[in-house]
């Protein structure tokens, strides 16, 4: 009897299910699974590096190619809630579109290797149409606040995000005494698992886009060097935002400006400063 209690012991205390730890791996099973909706238990792998946001059901997902961490075994209770994970497009089912994918590169879950190609040289078409077609590329770094108050908006995620950066980039067709900008936004996140965690917290990245028109304010009165501007902005992050922009530039030398503004939108509220570099002032064509 004393044998049996130990051996009991030892088993339950090993159990990857057992709720808040990441175990070694112990299970190569590769049949899809699917997503149940009570995840306590059920085991599940995920990546420990920085850039991995998803729990897959199986060692061989394709999703793991862009691993660069380690391939820890845990429960799916605890990848969702504590670690903030979402399920990978490729190895579960009945994910009610909630699925994510690590490595969208690779051809399979998701919509496969097709659709890629196919998006990767519509990106290229419109790259070329916006490069012929504008005057100015403009690149800033951005530090945003908008979490402070869209919290409760972000999936999963909740309360605990903080120092939110990033870049944002794109061209200008520019008229008189005003332009037209859009481009693509770049966030890097730090989420902690905790709200007294200061060391190692877990990143994760998200990628937007915007579009703006800004107009010169006080063209007459203000020196030829320095402009003031304001315009209304659309952008999309989680969802679609809208809102306004204000800002100012300064002419550094003939084709470059410094460009300090501020942008808030239902989905954003930051600061941005960089440079504005104009390519073309006539077409070449």
Not at 196 to 204: A, E, S, W
Request: contains cysteine; glycine residues 10%; proline residues 5%.
């Amino acid at each position: 009897m004393k044998y049996l209690l130990l051996i009991t012991l030892y088993l339950f205390h090993f159990n990857p299910s057992n709720g808040c730890s990441l175990n070694n791996l112990s299970d190569t099973a590769s049949a899809p699974k699917t997503e149940s909706t009570n995840p306590s238990g059920i085991g599940v792998y995920i990546c420990t590096g920085p850039y991995a946001y998803t729990y897959h059901s199986r060692l061989d997902c394709p999703g793991f190619t862009n691993c660069r961490g380690e391939r820890k075994y845990t429960d799916q209770s605890y990848a969702m809630n504590t670690l903030g994970r979402v399920p990978c497009c490729r190895c579960w089912t009945n994910t009610g579109g909630r699925c994510k994918d690590d490595n969208p590169a690779v051809g399979g879950g998701g919509g496969g290797g097709d659709n890629s190609a196919e998006a990767v040289i519509a990106i290229a078409i419109i790259t070329v149409g916006a490069i012929i077609l504008s005057n100015d590329v403009y690149a800033y770094p951005v530090r945003t606040f908008f979490y402070n108050y869209e919290r409760p908006k972000i999936p999963i995620y909740t309360n605990l995000i903080d120092n939110v950066t990033g870049w944002a980039f794109g061209f200008r067709k520019t008229f008189d005494y005003a332009a037209l900008e859009y481009g693509a936004t770049y966030f890097e996140f730090n989420k902690r698992t905790a709200p007294n965690q200061t060391i190692n917290p877990y990143q994760f990245t998200k990628w937007g886009w915007h579009f703006n028109f800004v107009h010169d304010l006080f063209y007459y009165r203000t020196p030829e060097r320095l402009k003031f501007y304001v315009g209304p902005s659309i952008n999309y992050i989680w969802d679609f935002g809208y809102g306004g922009i204000t800002g100012a530039q300064f002419k550094l030398f003939d084709r470059l400006k410094l460009d300090v503004r501020y942008e808030w939108t239902t989905q954003s509220n930051q600061l941005q400063a960089g440079l504005i570099f104009t390519y073309q002032k006539e077409y070449f064509w």
